[in-house]
Structures are given as structure tokens and as C-alpha cells.
């Protein structure tokens, strides 16, 4: 992953539990930024559950294209501008 970019979704490894420690850093630092961009905060801690923003980015939706933004959710409209980041990602 270059600094200061998203990577891949793919190599996320969405689905899998027993993720190695090259996935789970990139799972950190996607959901980190994902969150910024996308979630009400007012301080890093309030990105972090158990001290990891991939739990947090998981427990408000972030990885469910179908779940609704709830009060304090993560932005639906953000899940769409993820997606295309995504979209170019690929195409490139």
C-alpha cells in the first residue's frame, strides 16, 4: 500500500478470521482512513473499539454495503465514495 492511500479491498481479506499481521496492518490503516473520511469523531480514540479502528470499522457498517447509517453510524453516502475508489483501483 503506498502512504496516504487505500489499498486493494482484496487484500483485506474480508471473511477471514485468521488474518496474518501484514493483513491486520492493512486492515488498521484502511479502516483508519475509511473512518476519518467517513465517521462522526471529535477525537482518534472515538475510532477505535478495544484499541483497533478495523473493530470499530466493522461494528458501524463500514463493510456492510447494506446497512443503514444509524446515529453515529459510518456515512452510507461514504460506503459509495469508497466503492469508486475502489472502481479506479482496479482499473488501474
Same mark, same amino acid.
Given at each position: 500500500m503506498m502512504e496516504g492511500r487505500l489499498c486493494n479491498i482484496e487484500l483485506l481479506q474480508i471473511g477471514n478470521e485468521n488474518?496474518?499481521?501484514e493483513t491486520?496492518?492493512?486492515r488498521e490503516s484502511y479502516a483508519k482512513y475509511a473512518l476519518m473520511l467517513f465517521y462522526p469523531f471529535?477525537?482518534?480514540?472515538d475510532l477505535q473499539l478495544d484499541s483497533s479502528?478495523?473493530?470499530?470499522f466493522v461494528a458501524v /457498517? +463500514?463493510?456492510n454495503p447494506t446497512m443503514k447509517q444509524e446515529h /453515529? +453510524?459510518?456515512w452510507v453516502q461514504g460506503k459509495?465514495?469508497?466503492q469508486n475508489i475502489q472502481n479506479?483501483?482496479?482499473v488501474e
Open positions: 488474518s496474518n499481521s491486520s496492518n492493512l471529535q477525537d482518534l480514540f479502528y478495523w473493530k470499530k /457498517g +463500514g463493510i /453515529g +453510524g459510518f459509495t465514495i469508497l479506479r483501483i482496479t
